[in-house]
């Protein structure tokens, strides 16, 4: 009886101190659906309605991943003409060992859908297909994965490379959709005047954190005419979240140790004076660095050649070294 009463009042404790550290969904608690397995990545589909075209994206469970317990989910969108598959394999977010809220992650690679040009593409780029609503593809699989999954719905983030980095801007820039995401990082990303840089709605204070390169030809860090648009300045696009934000003052600017960078190739520029619910903005400004998501190690679509944009190396991993740990800060 004794020990019958002390598992309960165990219980109401982890539930108490999960209620305070967590939104634990509705799917909390439900059996792992048949073809999911941990450590293991799955395609899902969303079936075409209200004039919507059928959607596909791919989920990445962690090692060891139980559904009786939050995980944070982190989106990770491709490039123009990208894949899910390609993504995952650039971002990295399906790797061991990456935690959240002292939980393993579970990542999210959606597919986009043909643009004018034939290729896939994201919301807001001058080439994609006005008629597609990836806004409400985001907030469709939030809602899929939160009756399916144990998540924690306070613990949702955004990052993408190139355009997929110009939607993870849109997202941010559309309070229906950002009120569900903690934290946005963009990587390479193209900042076209139609991913609303320069008219963003916000409706609370939004955690940025941004990777460009120098040397970028893609998504140049200057900005200016690209695919008959025009791109948003890097450094502008972060000066207008850190003034979103009301971070107040210039930004702080650091580097990575001289052991990692020798050359100082990476400058890290932070917004956090007196900004708005303890957001930040962080800008990695990488000197000769090209149109590629930063990792020490080769994507494996590279077969160990070394070429330019994504097949480059650097001195730092972006998602395990920097995305994560700056994630793992933020919750709603």
Sequence with gaps: MK??????WTSVLVLA???IESAPSSGCGKALPRNFSNGQTTSMEIPATNGQPVRHYKVHLSANFQNDRPHAI????HGHNGTMAKQE????????????????IIAVYPQGKLGTDGEPAWQGAPYSDRRVDDILFVKTMISTLEGMFCVDSSRIYAAGKSNGGGFVNLLACTPSIASKIAAFATVSAAFYTTTFNGNCPTNRAIPILDFHGTADKVARYSGGPSHGGTLVAVETFRQGWASRNGCQG????????RANDPQQLVEIRTWSKNCRAGSTVIGYKIKKGQHGWPRITLPARCNGITRKNDCTRSVFDATANVTIPFFNKYSL
């Excluded at 982190?74 to 969108?77: E, I, K, P, T, W």
């Design 74 to 77: 982190v989106f990770s969108f």
């Design 250 to 257: 210039k930004p702080a600017i650091s580097h990575l140790s």
């Design 3 to 8: 020990r019958s009463f002390l598992l309960y």
């Design 89 to 104: 394999d650039l971002s990295q977010f399906s790797e061991k060992g990456l935690l959240i809220g002292n939980a393993g």
């Design 17 to 19: 101190v999960l209620s």
